[in-house]
Nanobody, 118 residues
Framework: QVQLVESGGGLVQPGGSLRLSCAASGFTFSNYAMSWYRQVPGKERELVAFISSAGGATNYADFVKGRFTISRDNAKNTVYLRMNSLRPEDTAVYYC???????????WGQGTQVTVSS
C-alpha cells in the first residue's frame, strides 16, 4: 500500500534552516506530482510547495517564495523541502501529499512537526 513517511522536522531558531524528507513507497513515484502542505491547530491545511512528476515544474505559496525549495529524487523515491530563513510563523506540522487524478490515488503522510522558536 502507499506509504509516505516524513522526517527532518524539529526545533530551530529563527533564521535557521531545516530539510524535510518524504520517503515514498507502494507506488511508481516518478509518475506522480507531489506537494508539501502545512497546518497549525485551528487552521486549515495550506499548500506550501508543489513539484511535478519529473521535477521540471515547481510552484510555491507566496509566504515561502525565496526561502523554501522543493525537490525530488525519483531514483530514491523521495521528495524534499529545504527551508531557509525560518520564521516563527513557519511553525506547523508539515505534510507530504501525493497527487492523483482520482480521489483514491491521493495520499497524505503522517506529518512532521517544525517549531521555529528562540
Amino acid at each position: 500500500q502507499v506509504q509516505l513517511v516524513e522526517s527532518g522536522g524539529g526545533l530551530v531558531q529563527p533564521g535557521g534552516s531545516l530539510r524535510l524528507s518524504c520517503a515514498a513507497s507502494g507506488f511508481t513515484f516518478s509518475n506522480y506530482a507531489m506537494s508539501w502542505y502545512r497546518q497549525v491547530p485551528g487552521k486549515e491545511r495550506e499548500l506550501v510547495a508543489f513539484i511535478s512528476s519529473a521535477g521540471g515544474a515547481t510552484n510555491y505559496a507566496d509566504f515561502v517564495k525565496g526561502r523554501f525549495t522543493i525537490s525530488r529524487d525519483n531514483a530514491k523515491n523521495t521528495v524534499y523541502l529545504r527551508m531557509n530563513s525560518l520564521r516563527p510563523e513557519d511553525t506547523a506540522v508539515y505534510y507530504c501529499f501525493k497527487h492523483g487524478s482520482y480521489v483514491n490515488q491521493r495520499h497524505w503522510g503522517q506529518g512532521t512537526q517544525v517549531t521555529v522558536s528562540s
